[in-house]
C-alpha cells in the first residue's frame, strides 16, 4: 500500500500501540477481576451478588477521584520533562504523592463515613446491606495504595506505564479480601451490618 494512504505513518503508529496496549489489557483485567469476583461470591447467593455489586460500585467512584489527581499529575510531569526541567518534575512527583495519599485516606474516611447511608438509599434488603458493607469495609483500605507505586516508579518511568498495573494489583487485594470478608458467614433475613465489629448482628 503506497505510503499516501494510512493515516498515520508506522513509526507514530506503533508509538501509539505501545501507549495504548497496556492501558487495554489493564481494562480487560480489571473486567475479569469483576467476573471473578461475581463468580466467587454468587454461590452465597443473590443477597451477596446484589451486595457486592453495591460495594463495587462505590469503590469505583472513590478511585476515580485518584485517578483524575493522577491524570493531572501525569500532564505537569510531562510538561515539565519536555521542558527540559527534571528538577521540577521531580518537585511535582513528590508534592503528588503527598496529596495523593493523604486523599486516599481521606476517600477511605469518607467511604467508611457514608457506606451505610449509600446502602440504605439503594437497598432496604438487610441481606444485602451486611454483605455488601462487609465487603467495603474490607476493601476500602486499598484506596491509599494505588498512588504509592505509580508515582513512585514514575521517577525512572512514565507514570501512564505504571500506573494501570499497580491500581489493578491493588483493586485485585482489595476484591480478594472483600470476596473473603463477604463469605465469611451466612446472611439470613432480620440482620443488619455493624461498622463497628464487622460482623452482622440479628436486627430483632
Excluded at 85 to 103: C, F, H, K, Q, Y
Aim: net charge positive; glycine share 8%.
Amino acid at each position: 500500500m503506497k505510503p499516501g494512504l494510512w493515516l498515520v505513518s508506522h513509526p507514530r503508529a506503533c508509538t501509539i500501540a505501545n501507549l495504548s496496549l497496556p492501558i487495554v489489557l489493564i481494562l480487560l483485567a480489571q473486567t475479569l477481576l469483576g467476573l471473578a469476583t461475581i463468580a466467587l461470591v454468587s454461590h452465597l447467593g443473590d443477597a451477596a451478588v446484589a451486595g457486592v455489586g453495591i460495594a463495587n460500585a462505590l469503590f469505583s467512584m472513590l478511585m476515580a477521584v485518584l485517578f483524575g489527581i493522577d491524570t493531572g499529575v501525569q500532564a505537569l510531569v510531562a510538561r515539565r520533562t519536555g521542558a527540559g526541567e527534571p528538577g521540577l518534575a521531580s518537585r511535582t512527583l513528590n508534592d503528588a504523592l503527598a496529596i495523593a495519599v493523604m486523599a486516599g485516606l481521606l476517600l477511605m474516611a469518607l467511604g467508611y463515613g457514608l457506606g451505610p447511608s449509600v446502602f440504605r438509599m439503594v437497598t432496604d434488603d438487610p441481606a444485602v446491606t451486611a454483605r455488601g458493607l462487609r465487603y467495603l469495609v474490607t476493601a476500602l483500605p486499598a484506596l491509599p495504595l494505588p498512588p504509592l507505586l505509580p508515582l513512585r516508579r514514575s521517577r525512572t518511568r512514565s507514570p501512564a506505564a505504571s500506573r494501570p498495573w499497580s491500581t489493578s494489583a491493588c483493586q485485585a487485594v482489595s476484591a480478594a479480601s472483600g470476596t473473603a470478608a463477604a463469605s465469611t458467614s451466612e446472611s439470613p433475613s432480620g440482620v443488619r451490618a455493624s461498622w463497628r465489629d464487622g460482623e452482622v448482628t440479628n436486627s430483632a
